[in-house]
């Protein structure tokens, strides 16, 4: 699984999100995907998501990934 976390600040990163479900549609990613969307105003079709993740969730998921695609912030 491939799990996408984009923070918990106000940016946006739609771009990211846009890219990531234009691949899983055209099928150059097959693996599941599951990300956290933080305040970005895109919202997948292609794949599961939530706004944000309590501490419990985040360490589930993390534990459970193969892949994970961040923006770099300071606490991931």
């Known amino acids: 699984m491939i799990f996408v976390t984009l923070g918990s600040q106000k940016f946006q990163f739609n771009r990211l999100l846009q890219a990531i479900d234009v691949l899983i549609e055209s099928g150059n990613i097959k693996d599941d995907v599951f990300a956290q969307i933080g305040s970005s105003d895109f919202f997948p079709k292609n794949f ?10 985040f360490s589930k998921i993390m534990s459970n990934c193969d892949i994970v695609i961040t923006h770099g912030g300071t606490g991931t």
Do not use: Q, S
């Open 48 to 57: 599961e998501y939530k706004a944000f993740l309590n501490r419990d969730e």
